[in-house]
């Protein structure tokens, strides 16, 4: 934790991105990854809408250099849809 002194607060995380991050340092870390795709559940199947490549790529590139990947992303919920939110089984 560090604190500002100078008055002035830089509102940016420092980060890196996969080009720069080392792949060897990817093997066995989990890596959580926003994966907007819009998932649509409908009638008890789900519609899915095919993402980009750049997105498909960069899941393969961290399932392949080893990391546990954790994908976030929502739903989106027609009118018509029933959502439950009791515990099944």
């Not at 899915?48 to 990947?69: Q, S, W």
Request: proline share 6%; net charge positive; aromatic share 12%.
């Amino acid at each position: 934790v560090s604190f500002c002194t100078t008055g002035e607060l830089n509102p940016y995380l420092p980060f890196q991105t996969l080009k720069t991050f080392p792949r060897e340092k990817l093997f066995g870390k989990v890596v959580m990854v926003r994966f907007d795709s819009k998932l649509c559940p409908r009638d008890d199947q789900f519609d899915f809408e095919y993402p980009n490549k750049n997105a498909i790529n960069t899941l393969k590139y961290l399932c392949n250099a080893g990391a546990k990947v954790v994908i976030v992303s929502h739903w989106v919920i027609s009118k018509k849809s029933e959502v439950s939110t009791q515990i099944a089984g």
